[in-house]
Every structure is written in C-alpha cells, then in structure tokens.
C-alpha cells in the first residue's frame, strides 16, 4: 500500500478529534487493506453538484470532519473575497432526509459561526430549489444544502450556492476547492457550540416566513388558471421518502388541484429509503406502489420527486391502459412545448436552456418556435450561470425554461437550480389542461414526433469504483481522445467536440472552431446521419456515461435504430 494512504490512515486512527467510536471503526478495517485503500487513496472531490459521496469514515468518505473541513474552507474564501459581507450577509443552510443530514448541516453552520459568519439554518428538512430561493430572499453570500440527491441511500453529501442564488461556478470553484484543500490540520477548524452561537446572535433558525414566499413565487407560474375539470383530475404524488410532500400538496391545494393523493408508504421523511432501492424517478420501479394507488383511485397520472425535490418523474396512462414513463428529454420537450404554445406576451428574446447531452431535437423546436437555444455543460449550475448572464446583460436572451435530461426542469426565476416543485406544479396543469382538450400528455409527445422526426435517446452508466475504477475511466477518455475513429458504426465521423480541449472539429469542413464553455472531460461524436454520441465520466458517482441521441422517420425505425446504436457502441468500445 502507498505510504501516503497509511500515513493518512494513521492519522485519523490517533487523532484525538475523532471521535472514538470512529477511531473504533477504523481499527476494524486496519487489516483489510483495500478497504483501507478505498477510503483513504484520495480526498472527496467537488464534482458537478459540489461533494458528494459514500458515508463513512475516511478522507475519501463525506464524514462530520469532511464537512467541517469543507465549512472551514468556504468560511476562508467568503472572509478572503469580501470579509465584511461575509460576517454582516452570512450563510444559509439547508437539508434534506438522508442519514446524517442534520449533523452534517449543523457541524457546518457551527464552523461558519465560529468564524463570525452569521448563518441561517432551516428548522427543519426543505429541498434544494427552496435553498436556492433563500439565498437571495434572504440576502445571503453563500448557500449550502446537504444533500446526495438521487444517489442510493449510502451517499450524501453537500451543494455551494453563491449570492446569485446558483451552484457555485468559476472563479468561485476553484478557489473555494484551493481553500478546502488547504485546510490540512483538523487544529485548522475553528469551533463553537450550538448554545454560544445562538446567544451571539451567529446561528438564527429559520423556516415558515421563507416557505410563503417561496410558495408565492412557484404559483406566479401558473399559465392556464382556469382549466375544466381542474378540481376533479385525479393525480397521483410520492416524495419518494424525501422533502417534496409538504410544500407540493400545499401549493397543489392553492391552486386548486383538490384530487392529489400522495402515496401514504412513500409521504413520510426517511433516510434508508424502505420502499425503493433507488429513491430516484428516472427508475421505473420507484413507481409501483403509486401506479397501485392509481389504479383504485381512478388517476391517469403518476408523479414522483427525488429526496431533495430538485428532480421530477412522471408515468403515465394510455387510453389501452398500458402505464408509460417520459424520460427526462420527453418530458423537457413537453414542458418547453406547452409553455412556449400557452405562455403570452413572450419576448422577441425568449430563450430556452438545455445542456450538450440534451436532446437534438430541441434545436429543431426551438427554431421552428421562434425562440433561442442555448447548450451548456452538464450540471443545472451552467444553466443558472446562463440565467445570470441574461439578467445582467453579457448575454441577451429572456429566459423561458431549462432541463437537463436528468429529469431536472426550472420554470421562473425565482430559483438558479432545478425545481421539482413548480415543475410537479406545471405538468399537473399541462396533463389536466391536455386532458381538458380531449387529447393527453402521451398524445401531445407523440404530435410532436410525428411533427419534427422521431428522436429517441439512450443512456449507458457503467459503474467503476475504487481507485481502479476511476483509473479506467481516465484511460478510456485517453484513448478516445488520442484515438478518435473516422468512422464509428459503419459511418463517418462529422465532428467531434472535445469540451476538455475546448475544441470543435468539423471533419468534413476541415476545420476546427473553439468552445467557449468552460472545460469539462466530455467527448462528443457526431456522425453522419446526425446520430450524437457523448462519453462523460460522472461528476457525483464513480461512473461513466454514455449518451445517444438519434433520430427516424417512424418510431419503430428509432427504436431498432437506437437500440443498435447502443450495442453497436459498446463493442466498439470493448475492441
């Protein structure tokens, strides 16, 4: 074993601020040499969202010591980039149901308020989008939510928000990593107790008066307010254990939506996640026990948030009774449709934002609607950048909608990250009103195919853990890079985008045009009958990801199309 990794072992196996029954912990696994490895070969890295990642005990761990690190890391890079705002503006924090959660939330708010940063923490769990609407209603520098999101229940972790109200991007980034990274001694993180912050007036609870306007906020986005029917359309809603339930039945019943019946397994908060495996609406298992309650009360549509309520599912029922589920760029084609069909007065400059492994068919709408498209990184934090980017004018655009295919949607302003609950909000209005119509949400997609072509995309995930697994997604990205084909599936290459180079080679045209987005290690192919194919590792899992988009003149040519794009790929990739 490096000497490194057992130094760091060492380490935190004598150090007195950990705790004992950690230290316990750890001489269990002193034997077990990769055990030791895994969780000591690297420290936890900020990835698309921020950090995240398995719990336990370790460098390459999230952790309470982890996380009060990281506090003491932002708390210098605030106190370096403006001192006085940093103390007088202050921080807030929010967090989610999983295990640990809280403690973490409440180490973190201690370190801040050890440093003289004042910080509001929630009274209690609330989701990401409403973090995100705190930190500007509440003036903040900084926003921190504790939260793995989708991952499986062994994950947290935590978000960086910046004043605007978004994830933190660059400069921000990349110093506040420096500054986490040099925080190298535990003797390095100030303390305080919760009783001393609260009589110094640095740690304030905060809950109720932020919920109404944030609450306020999402119903301004109502489109159609009278819709037939409206009060009488049957939906089905689960939280999947997590923050969603509160604040979506209390904006469901405000505007009118009288027949939500949320899954009575599924409302409650609750970390271990009993009743799914993966508490996460891109799986079509997480919808069982709501199709279940469906079917007895009559609802045509199921909806599912992910734990911190940033990520939306839907399943829905054809008139054969078969139960279907929209992937993430289905409905984001819906969405953008429906708004830019229903929305009025919408501005010469409208814009619509959408990430590099979004689907190709949202350029072909969006130029046939009249209306800017703009591609960005993967991760919402891009998108919330170019929001930002609008409002103050470097960019001029109106912002309309974004999504990335993750299932991640932001309707309004009043957010700089995805929005499970105005989006649950909005696709309960589009299905009611398309029901209204005598058509339905499975129709309206199916219009838009046979409309503009018939789009299909595909994601592969290969997971690769430990420092072997990260190794091999490196090497792959290497060789890809260093060795990219003429012809990929019997066809040529067009161009390649290379988002770490920041290169766009046009093969056929022989030229090579620069990518003005940030750095990031994603290729993309594009060949010649259109087909995309994207190779990124994954910022928050130890994955990587392949994504396909194709498109066919019916939907049974996309199908057989799609489906040996993928396995066509994979043998490439194996050879």
Same mark, same amino acid.
């Given at each position: 074993?490096?000497?490194?990794?057992?130094?760091?072992?060492?380490?935190?196996?004598?150090?007195?601020?950990?705790?004992?029954?950690?230290?316990?912990?750890?001489?269990?696994?002193?034997?077990?040499?990769?055990?030791?490895?895994?969780?000591?070969?690297? *420290?936890?890295?900020?990835?698309?969202? +921020?950090?995240?990642?398995?719990?336990?005990?370790?460098?390459?761990?999230?952790?309470?010591?982890? &996380?009060? @690190?990281?506090?003491?890391?932002?708390?210098?890079?605030?106190?370096?980039?403006?001192?006085?705002?940093?103390?007088?503006?202050?921080?807030?924090?929010?967090? *989610?149901?999983?295990?640990?959660?809280?403690?973490?939330?409440?180490?973190?708010?201690?370190?801040?308020?050890?440093? +003289?940063?004042?910080?509001?923490?929630?009274?209690?769990?609330?989701?990401?989008?409403?973090?995100?609407?705190?930190?500007?209603?509440?003036?903040?520098?900084? +926003?921190?939510?504790?939260?793995?999101?989708?991952? #499986?229940?062994?994950?947290?972790?935590?978000?960086?928000?910046?004043? $605007?109200?978004?994830?933190?991007?660059?400069? %921000?980034?990349?110093? /506040?990593?420096?500054?986490?990274?040099?925080?190298?001694?535990?003797?390095?993180?100030?303390?305080?107790?919760?009783?001393?912050?609260?009589? =110094?007036?640095?740690?304030?609870?905060?809950?109720?008066?932020?919920?109404?306007?944030?609450?306020?906020?999402?119903?301004?986005?109502?489109?159609?307010? $009278? /819709?037939?029917?409206?009060?009488?359309? =049957?939906?089905?809603?689960? #939280?999947? %254990?997590?923050?969603?339930?509160?604040?979506?039945?209390?904006?469901?019943?405000?505007?009118?939506?009288?027949?939500?019946?949320?899954?009575?397994?599924?409302?409650?908060? *609750?970390?271990?996640?009993?009743?799914?495996?993966?508490?996460?609406?891109?799986?079509?298992?997480?919808?069982?026990?709501?199709?279940?309650?469906?079917? =007895?009360?009559?609802?045509?549509?199921?909806?599912?948030?992910?734990?911190?309520?940033?990520?939306?599912?839907?399943?829905?029922?054809?008139?054969?009774?078969?139960?279907?589920? #929209?992937?993430?760029?289905?409905?984001?084609?819906?969405?953008?449709?429906?708004?830019?069909?229903? !929305?009025?007065?919408?501005?010469?400059?409208?814009?619509?934002?959408?990430?590099? &492994?979004?689907?190709?068919?949202?350029?072909?709408?969006?130029?046939?609607?009249?209306?800017?498209?703009?591609?960005?990184?993967?991760?919402?934090?891009?998108?919330?950048?170019?929001?930002?980017?609008?409002?103050?004018?470097? /960019?001029?655009?109106?912002?309309?909608?974004?999504?990335?295919?993750?299932?991640?949607?932001?309707?309004?302003? %009043?957010?700089?990250?995805?929005?499970?609950?105005?989006?649950?909000?909005?696709?309960?209005?589009?299905?009611?009103?398309?029901?209204? @119509?005598?058509?339905?949400?499975?129709?309206?997609?199916?219009?838009?195919?046979?409309?503009?072509?018939?789009?299909?995309?595909?994601?592969?995930? /290969?997971?690769?853990?430990?420092?072997?697994?990260?190794?091999?997604?490196?090497?792959?990205?290497?060789?890809?890079?260093?060795?990219?084909?003429?012809?990929?599936?019997?066809? @040529? &290459?067009?161009?390649?985008?290379?988002?770490?180079?920041?290169? *766009?080679?046009? !093969?056929?045209?022989?030229?090579?045009?620069?990518?003005?987005?940030?750095?990031?290690?994603?290729?993309?192919?594009?060949?010649?009958?259109?087909? %995309?194919?994207?190779?990124?590792?994954?910022?928050?899992?130890?994955?990587? !990801?392949?994504?396909?988009?194709?498109?066919?003149?019916?939907?049974?040519?996309?199908?057989?199309?799609?489906?040996?794009?993928?396995? +066509?790929?994979?043998?490439?990739?194996?050879?």
């Amino acid at each position: 074993m490096d000497a490194n990794i057992w130094k760091k072992f060492e380490n935190w196996s004598s150090s007195d601020y950990i705790d004992a029954e950690d230290r316990e912990e750890l001489k269990q696994i002193k034997d077990n040499t990769k055990e030791v490895e895994d969780r000591f070969y690297t *420290d936890l890295e900020f990835g698309t969202g +921020g950090m995240r990642g398995i719990r336990g005990v370790g460098t390459n761990r999230i952790n309470k010591y982890i &996380v009060k @690190k990281a506090a003491q890391g932002i708390a210098n890079y605030m106190l370096k980039m403006d001192a006085e705002a940093a103390v007088d503006r202050g921080v807030v924090i929010a967090y *989610d149901c999983r295990i640990g959660s809280y403690e973490y939330s409440l180490n973190m708010a201690l370190v801040f308020a050890a440093n +003289g940063i004042k910080t509001n923490l929630f009274e209690s769990l609330r989701s990401t989008p409403e973090l995100s609407f705190a930190v500007r209603e509440l003036g903040t520098m900084v +926003g921190v939510m504790v939260t793995a999101s989708h991952n #499986p229940k062994e994950y947290n972790g935590f978000k960086v928000y910046w004043e $605007d109200g978004g994830q933190v991007v660059e400069p %921000h980034a990349t110093e /506040i990593v420096k500054e986490v990274y040099a925080v190298e001694s535990f003797d390095d993180i100030k303390a305080m107790t919760q009783k001393e912050a609260e009589e =110094k007036g640095l740690l304030k609870f905060v809950g109720k008066s932020v919920d109404d306007k944030y609450i306020e906020a999402i119903k301004k986005e109502v489109i159609n307010t $009278d /819709i037939p029917g409206k009060k009488e359309f =049957k939906i089905v809603y689960s #939280p999947l %254990h997590g923050t969603g339930k509160r604040p979506v039945q209390r904006v469901m019943k405000e505007i009118g939506f009288d027949s939500l019946y949320t899954v009575a397994e599924q409302e409650e908060p *609750d970390g271990t996640f009993p009743t799914c495996d993966y508490a996460n609406p891109e799986d079509p298992a997480v919808f069982k026990l709501g199709i279940e309650l469906a079917e =007895k009360m009559g609802s045509k549509l199921c909806m599912a948030n992910d734990p911190d309520a940033d990520r939306i599912g839907i399943a829905v029922k054809r008139k054969n009774g078969e139960w279907v589920y #929209p992937n993430g760029n289905q409905v984001g084609l819906l969405l953008m449709n429906y708004i830019l069909e229903n !929305k009025k007065d919408i501005p010469e400059n409208g814009a619509v934002i959408s990430t590099v &492994v979004s689907t190709p068919m949202l350029d072909v709408v969006a130029a046939d609607k009249g209306v800017k498209m703009f591609r960005t990184l993967t991760g919402f934090k891009y998108i919330g950048e170019k929001i930002l980017e609008f409002e103050t004018g470097k /960019i001029d655009g109106t912002y309309l909608f974004g999504f990335e295919e993750s299932y991640g949607y932001l309707v309004g302003t %009043h957010a700089r990250d995805k929005d499970a609950i105005v989006s649950t909000m909005l696709i309960a209005e589009m299905a009611a009103y398309y029901e209204s @119509k005598g058509t339905s949400v499975i129709e309206e997609l199916e219009k838009l195919y046979d409309k503009y072509g018939w789009y299909k995309e595909g994601i592969q995930a /290969i997971t690769m853990s430990g420092k072997e697994g990260a190794e091999k997604i490196q090497n792959i990205m290497k060789s890809l890079r260093e060795n990219m084909p003429v012809e990929v599936l019997g066809k @040529k &290459v067009k161009k390649v985008r290379d988002f770490q180079l920041q290169k *766009d080679y046009d !093969k056929e045209a022989g030229k090579e045009y620069p990518i003005e987005l940030p750095k990031s290690n994603v290729i993309q192919m594009i060949l010649e009958d259109d087909t %995309h194919i994207t190779a990124r590792p994954s910022g928050t899992e130890p994955k990587i !990801k392949y994504y396909y988009g194709i498109n066919a003149k019916t939907e049974a040519e996309s199908e057989k199309k799609l489906e040996n794009t993928m396995k +066509g790929f994979s043998e490439f990739l194996e050879k």
